[in-house]
């Protein structure tokens, strides 16, 4: 039987969590509970290379820290996807080094193929659009797609892209506009239906005791919201585990809402 393992690339590990909550009332199942040994070839080896580091002895803990491994893992039928939290922009050089990677698993012409009979391999980017706009977003995508395999496959995003046996495709998150936004855009309103007073108050205290001298580094209004709300169910846990495992998210609210309706249909277009 084929088949196919997608690396999902993903800026943040609240996309991770929250594709994979959006996946997972959708059919899709976890499959982080299976050994590294019993993952298809050639994944497992990239796998147990990249968790080993062969060259362990000659790495600092900080390099450690920055091993490259998926964070979340589902499966549907055939079809593993590897869910990678890889960071914002700044994070280009490491994205770059995984569609290496993979592509590198698929034979040229004249060579003998690491790949076993019906095996496909494929790279899918999960990305804000922010204030950028969809099509800015995609050229600069196509910009770093182009630094490794010399080409620029997307016109938009929502596309599938073959390149010498390498599936490609994006997704950009947008709010409203359907052109500029993020992640966030869809998350919090989904969260915060049915749990308005809860949010409202959230977003109130945020506003009373906000002090710019103090405030985070990075600070983003709907990142905190989510922590403060998330500790009414969950006390001491991240977001991430906020938009695991809190009621905020449900199943039914998931499967009415026009873009995660949109983001399962982009995924299940991609599957064998």
């Keep these: 039987m084929a088949k196919q393992i997608i690396a999902v690339l993903c800026e943040g590990a609240h996309d991770v969590e929250f594709l994979s909550r959006i996946l997972m009332s959708n059919s899709f199942k976890s499959n982080d509970g299976l050994k590294i040994k019993d993952y298809p070839s050639p994944i497992d080896q990239l796998l147990k290379t990249e968790a080993t580091k062969s060259n362990v002895d000659d790495l600092n803990l900080s390099t450690i820290r920055e091993v490259l491994l998926p964070s979340r893992t589902l499966k549907k039928d ?8 890889m960071g914002g922009d700044g994070k280009k050089t490491i994205r770059k080094q995984l569609l290496l990677d993979f592509y590198t698993l698929i034979p040229k012409s004249n060579e003998i193929s690491p ?3 019906d095996t496909h391999l494929g790279i899918i980017y999960f990305l804000d659009s922010d204030d950028n706009g969809v099509l800015e977003r995609i050229s600069q995508l196509n910009s770093e797609v182009n630094d490794v395999l010399n080409i620029e496959p997307f016109t938009s995003h929502k596309e599938i892209y073959v390149h010498n046996h390498l599936k490609l495709g994006a997704f950009i998150f947008t709010g409203l506009d359907n052109d500029k936004g993020k992640l966030e855009d869809i998350l919090m309103p989904l969260m915060k239906k049915d749990n308005e007073d809860i949010f409202d108050n959230a977003d109130l205290y945020l506003k009373e005791h906000f002090n710019d001298s103090r405030k985070a580094q990075k600070f983003d209004n709907d990142k905190s919201i989510i922590g403060i709300v998330g500790q009414l169910q969950i006390s001491g846990a991240s977001n991430t585990v906020c ?3 809190s009621d905020y998210l449900t199943d039914m609210k998931i499967k009415a809402d026009i873009k995660c309706v949109e983001i399962v249909d982009y995924v299940n277009s991609l599957l064998l």
């Design 78 to 85: 055939e079809n593993y996807f590897l869910f990678y939290a």
């Design 115 to 117: 790949l076993p009979q």
């Design 243 to 245: 938009i695991k495992k």
